[in-house]
């Protein structure tokens, strides 16, 4: 039979970080060779990293990048590799997948349809390349092919569709199949969010159907530049059958994806379809592929990925993962989360520890502390618990309107995991500040006449003793917004929103709520469960900023979070208008809530997300993880400046009072 050994390989790396770029890339080479790999896909733009943004425009990021290339070659002997670089062509800069075969490169093959959505900016630094066409480019002494290219690889046909390339309709590899392609390789950055890897299974494995092709699907890793994380999604599919797929959100460097493939089955499958070939011209490539023995291509989801929770698994793995490596990339010591004892804080604090227990799960304790030579307080500890009271500091910060639940609650948490606590009573520096303003302006302050400003001075005189602890052991101080207080801008600046990052800005609260307690009784891979995170399970949300005797209530002073994330979805991600929300919402409630109480919960949600859009732009970065993101710079878009919705809500309201529709009856009403 004619089989090949082929192999996606994931590299985790970190924009225009050239050493370590190109050593995770050698290194991912060398294994397959030693694995007797012939043909190995690595990711998208995986020389200089996916996120350089606009040093893209940079003639040194594109001469470095051959520079690191001219490097990578002289590791390719006795296989053919496929790695991603920017190149210039006439004065234009490309996405290019070199191809590169027995230390000579080969060619590069230029992405055709560039990601323009949400996250993706491609076409501010990248030109499409233009089917069909094939031009030269000159590289020292040497001239080599450039543009939609095909390579006949010792006599096998190898093309390319470049992430993007693979999601349009009229995808290159329509083209490729009428050439006659055997494989088809896809070198992508493509980012995580949330059942996303369903998505690519369908394009990789219909495509190898479509086309009759082997595909080869090969995706980053990590948290590359801030915000993106990618999952390292890894897959080989054959003839429409999906031969095998790698781990997602490993620790690891590099790791590969391999499977033995059929090129006799492959043209069987061309043999018998219908279609018209076209002539190609491929680039001869002389290369002689070793004979392989038959394996069995084992094909399986991990095991917790069919466990039913996948989108609780895909929130803890894929932020413990971007926790981790922003804080190796960082190189900071460790992180600062201010333990309120609410279910905000408490989240990030688990994250924080599931990123620690993950980590020394897949490498072990010795691979852990290699990640971080530089931190040396963690070189001797012998377990989790011990780095987790390394790297973790919390600081429970009380005033005079504190309770003991919340207290107990983020006490339980720190004593569970054994996180570094600290418990201090801030209630003096509230009182130095109100005296101080009381003194200046000449009258006392009260909470009849000065309600949000006496709340927002205890949040805020929370934040310098923070950061100081973070100061003060090098460490990121982690902001605890969530996306649901973000729409509305729930938050106090300066206070609660202080942090380098912002882990959970991207998940909303009521669905946050519902994770804390699966992780308290679930757990990661139904393993790793967090007893600590009962007391505060069994609180209701509160910012505790008002006297005790007020019971405070986070949904009475916005609106339930049910609704809330509810009207947000319609609202922003679906951009639908006041009534049309209006009517959505009758329809998701009906029953629960009365048409007053839907009516003023959409009018304050609009005006408050008018109002608030200054607070996004200053908000930490967050981490994406679906197309609810609200971060302005990566994803929403939205003026500081507006009209607010002042007509469309008048138009709400008309059509309330003159529908019908308002005598229906609800549980929950003004």
Same mark, same amino acid.
């Given at each position: ?317 894929? #932020? =413990? /993962? ?7 990339? *960082?190189? $900071? ?5 201010? +333990? %309120? ?110 309600? #949000? =400003? /006496? ?7 929370? *934040?310098? $003793? ?5 100061? +003060? %052991? ?197």
């Amino acid at each position: 039979m004619n089989l090949i050994k082929v192999a996606a390989g994931v590299v985790n790396q970190t924009p225009l970080a050239w050493n370590t770029n190109k050593k995770n890339i050698i290194d991912c080479i060398e294994e397959a060779k030693n694995q007797d790999i012939s043909l190995l896909c690595l990711p998208e733009l995986c020389i200089t990293g996916y996120g350089c943004e606009d040093m893209y425009f940079a003639q040194s990021t594109c001469d470095t990048a051959l520079e690191i290339l001219d490097d990578i070659v002289t590791h390719t002997s006795s296989i053919a590799v496929c790695v991603g670089l920017p190149i210039r062509v006439s004065n234009h800069v490309y996405n290019a997948a070199c191809l590169i075969v027995n230390k000579q490169i080969r060619g590069f093959a230029l992405k055709k349809n560039l990601a323009n959505n949400g996250i993706h900016y491609e076409t501010r630094w990248f030109q499409a390349w233009t089917v069909g066409e094939r031009t030269e480019m000159r590289i020292g002494e040497f001239t080599y092919p450039v543009g939609d290219l095909i390579f006949d690889v010792g006599g096998v046909k190898v093309g390319f569709e470049i992430c993007e390339d693979a999601w349009i309709a009229n995808r290159p590899g329509r083209d490729l199949y009428a050439l006659g392609c055997d494989v088809i390789m896809n070198p992508t950055a493509s980012h995580f969010s949330f059942f996303k890897t369903q998505t690519r299974e369908r394009l990789v494995q219909d495509g190898s159907r479509a086309f009759g092709v082997a595909y080869i699907y090969a995706n980053l890793l990590g948290n590359e530049s801030g915000r993106a994380i990618f999952d390292g999604d890894a897959m080989i599919a054959q003839a429409g059958e999906m031969l095998v797929s790698g781990t997602r959100f490993s620790y690891k460097d590099h790791y590969l994806t391999t499977a033995v493939i059929d090129i006799d089955k492959i043209r069987l499958e061309q043999l018998q379809n219908r279609l018209t070939f076209k002539a190609s011209n491929p680039v001869q490539v002389l290369f002689d592929f070793p004979e392989i023995a038959l394996v069995k291509n084992i094909y399986a989801l991990e095991h917790w990925e069919a466990n039913g929770h996948q989108k609780e698994e895909e929130f803890a793995r894929a #932020i =413990a /993962l971007a926790l981790l490596d922003y804080l190796r990339k *960082s190189r $900071s010591n460790g992180w600062v989360i201010s +333990l %309120s004892g609410g279910a905000d804080s408490s989240a990030i604090t688990a994250l924080c520890y599931l990123a620690i227990d993950m980590c020394v799960a897949e490498l072990g304790l010795d691979g852990f502390k290699k990640k971080f030579p530089y931190i040396k307080k963690i070189q001797d500890c012998q377990n989790v618990k011990e780095l987790s009271a390394a790297l973790i500091i919390n600081v429970y910060q009380g005033t005079q309107n504190s309770s003991t639940a919340t207290r107990h609650s983020a006490t339980s948490l720190a004593k569970d995991l054994n996180t570094t606590f600290y418990d201090i009573d801030i209630n003096g520096l509230v009182e130095t500040y109100k005296g101080l303003i009381q003194g200046a302006i000449g009258r006392d302050l009260s909470w009849e006449t000065d309600d #949000i =400003a /006496l709340q927002n001075i205890q949040a805020r005189v929370r *934040s310098p $003793s923070a950061w100081l602890l973070a100061n +003060l %052991s090098n460490s990121l101080l982690l902001s605890t917004s969530n996306r649901s207080e973000s729409s509305v801008g729930y938050a106090t600046m300066d206070g609660d929103t202080s942090g380098s990052i912002s882990p959970i800005a991207g998940i909303d609260k009521h669905w946050l709520r519902h994770w804390l307690r699966w992780l308290e009784n679930v757990g990661v891979g139904k393993e790793v469960k967090i007893a600590g995170l009962n007391a505060m399970n069994n609180l209701q949300p509160t910012a505790e900023l008002r006297p005790l005797e007020a019971k405070q209530i986070d949904e009475e002073d916005l609106m339930p979070y049910d609704l809330l994330n509810a009207i947000e979805t319609a609202a922003i991600r679906d951009k639908k208008s006041p009534k049309d929300c209006l009517e959505l919402m009758e329809m998701e409630f009906e029953g629960i809530y009365q048409r007053e109480k839907l009516v003023l919960s959409i009018e304050r949600f609009f005006k408050l997300f008018a109002r608030n859009q200054w607070k996004r732009e200053r908000y930490a970065p967050s981490f994406h993880v679906d197309d609810r993101n609200l971060d302005p710079r990566s994803w929403l878009r939205f003026p500081i400046l507006s009209g607010g919705f002042e007509k469309e809500l008048t138009e709400m309201k008309e059509y309330a009072e003159s529908s019908g529709k308002g005598k229906r009856k609800g549980k929950i009403g003004f």
